[in-house]
């Protein structure tokens, strides 16, 4: 066994989870099977549009604007403006004319929600979102589906993210009577991030190194992945692409 560094940026490590869950058993199944609901975000943009090329579909997508609210620089301007719909996969048919709000109470036990976050708590594999939205946004349906009629929910959410402390510790700080700004409210579903991305695609481990970066590479990781030689390779074919492929910037 050996160990290497590599260094993902953001817009790598979304394209690199998108990559890792169209390779997760229990993803394909439940597309091909099931209803798998893509909740628009950011890092949903590039799992929604790797979903489209692994079906083969020829829908008309564009990731660009495959978002609700996003987190911007200050003094940054957005442009494009944003979708009206969230993606469904139903038993291989795509629909790109709903929204959670439309879908959620429809699906049940064997479907997917899969749905990004802004906090991840990588000791506990937890996850939280950001709520503006007084009534609770995208986020009370989700829950909903998945407490009260066990839809899988899966949280696909980059390392650069993470937090020091807890979801619920952060939750209290962040809805107490007297906190203004965003609410922040855990996610009940099964973490995804660039780790277990490299897991599912080469079987090799990885963890987290460093961070840091600038030029671009600002919120990026250093990862430390410990495999075999062949899968080793295979990591290191799958980094090569993820550079090179500029759609990795979006």
């Known amino acids: 066994m050996k160990t290497v560094q590599i260094l993902i940026t953001v817009a790598m490590g979304k394209r690199l989870i998108a990559r890792g869950l169209m390779k ?3 993803v ?15 890092t949903n943009a590039c799992v929604a549009q790797e979903a489209l090329w692994a079906l083969g579909s020829e829908a008309k997508f564009d990731p660009q604007t495959f978002h609700r609210g996003i987190t ?19 038993h291989g048919e795509v629909r790109m004319d ?5 879908v959620a109470e429809e699906l049940g036990a064997g479907d997917m929600i899969l749905k990004g976050a802004n906090a991840l708590y990588l000791p506990g594999a937890e996850a939280g979102i950001l709520i503006g939205n007084p ?33 619920l510790e952060l939750t209290r700080i962040a809805n107490g009577s007297e906190s203004e700004g965003a609410r922040l409210c855990p996610l009940p579903g099964r973490v995804y991030t660039e780790l277990d991305a490299i897991r599912t695609l080469t079987g090799a481990r990885a963890e987290l190194l460093a961070a840091g ?10 990862l430390a992945v410990t495999g075999d030689e062949d ?3 295979s990591l290191r074919m799958i980094w090569r692409e993820l550079r090179d492929d500029p759609r990795a910037a979006l």
């Open 28 to 42: 394909r199944e439940t597309m091909t099977n099931g209803r798998l609901l893509i909740v628009a975000g950011t």
């Open 72 to 90: 911007a620089a200050p003094n940054a301007k957005v442009t494009g403006g944003q979708t009206s719909f969230d993606l469904l996969i139903d």
């Open 231 to 233: 899968q080793l390779n």
């Open 213 to 222: 970066g600038v030029l671009g590479a600002e919120g990026a990781v250093y």
């Open 98 to 102: 709903r929204t959670v709000f439309d």
């Open 24 to 26: 997760d058993p229990a």
């Open 135 to 167: 009534r609770g946004g995208t986020v009370i349906p989700m829950i909903a589906a998945a407490i009260g009629r066990r839809v899988q929910l899966l949280v696909p959410i980059g390392l650069e993210k993470r937090v020091e402390k807890p979801i």
